[in-house]
């Protein structure tokens, strides 16, 4: 057990012996699809610790995971077919069932999908952390009928995520950008009790200017927010802005700005004094957590600042934690994804579990059939 957990011994010990049985296991085989072509596999070979632990004590492993967003419907392009190919060839004779999100049963978290789900299974597994903040029925169904457990990686996941909030070596850094602050207010919150400084940039840092009452220009940004920034900003607490910004201007140029965006120019990425300037608070740091872009990196032009955080990051001796999603994906074209102590395989996860310390996969698997 581990923060109330079953672990893959304790599994194990309640099937006194794992050999012949039909363990399902939940994975996250959401990869990146271009066609048919898996664009990376990460995802694939994160779940391979937790297949090969089970296939080496004889157990046969069904594995089930979504793919895309089918809106419940069977749909070609979201086929698992892509998948498992890749899958036959890094791990043989493990099963992999058709996307579960082409049932609509799956989000409602309807009893009877859960009940076809488990028929003739004897365990069940959940290793798909990117998908553990979501009460959906593979998820927290199995847990009501079957022994369970977590798998290596969700289990790797809780502990890296948990030391975060617990006991985190200081100074404690968290940066955050990406485009909305909405979806990252709880989190921003959550962690200006534990953090000891705190890095915006991306599109959000624009809600905070425009909380602060400077000019942003055509910049993204989000009205309804620059209450709550004012909020933050007032909290006394450490918040690094951007204090140079590159975008482009009225006439479509890229420019670079101080900390105000002028009329008619909008903002696509922190500035290079921004970017060493985070860069200097990074490397000062003994605990860094990163989550979404500096600027619009997927155009080179505005990627600058996004490199700048990735290669602070992965040259720190501090732990680093990178969140999942767009962070994950530029740490892994600038070819630093091994520089850092954690890559986090899920982004909304990752965030959820900072800001409420617990997940619904988590809490279903807590109140299993095999805890005491
Ligand atoms: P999120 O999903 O909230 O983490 O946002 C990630 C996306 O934000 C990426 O696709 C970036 O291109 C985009 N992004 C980051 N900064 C900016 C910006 N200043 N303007 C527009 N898009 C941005």
Known sequence: MEGGIPTLEDLEQQLDGLAGE????????????????????????????????????????V???????????????????????????????????????????????????????IEGIDGYVNDAFGASHRAHASIVGPPRYLPSAMGRLLQREVEVLQSLRDNPKRPFVAVLGGAKVSDKLGVIEAL????????????????????????????????????????????????????????????????TWGARVPDGGKGLDIGPGSAAEFADVITEARTVFWNGPMGKFEDERFAAGTRTIA???????????????????????????????????????SLELLELGDLPGLAALRQGRNTP
């Open 192 to 255: 200006l009790d534990t953090v000891d400084a705190l890095v915006i940039g991306g599109a959000m840092c624009f809600t905070f200017f425009a909380a602060d009452g400077r000019s942003i220009g055509d910049s993204l940004f989000e009205p309804d927010q620059t209450d709550t920034c004012k909020r933050l900003l007032a909290s006394g607490k450490e918040i690094h802005l951007p204090s140079d910004i590159v975008g482009l201007d009225a006439a479509g140029n890229v420019a």
């Open 311 to 349: 290669e602070a990051v992965a040259a720190t001796k501090a732990f680093t934690v990178v969140g999942g999603g767009d962070s994950a994906a530029a740490l892994a074209e600038f070819g630093l994804d091994d520089d850092v102590d954690h890559v986090s395989t899920g982004g909304g996860a």
């Open 63 to 117: 594995t089930a995971s979504h793919l895309g967003r089918p809106k419940g419907k069977p749909t070609p392009e979201f086929s698992m077919e892509p998948v498992r190919r890749r899958l036959a060839e890094l791990a043989p004779g493990v099963e992999l069932r058709e996307n579960l999100r082409f049932d609509p049963a799956e989000e409602a978290n309807d009893d009877a999908f859960v009940k076809q789900l």
């Open 22 to 61: 039909r363990i399902l296991v939940r994975t996250d085989f959401n990869v990146p699809l271009d066609g048919e072509t898996i664009t990376d596999d990460f995802r694939i070979r994160a779940a391979l610790p937790t297949i090969n632990w089970l296939t080496d004590r004889g157990a046969q492993v």
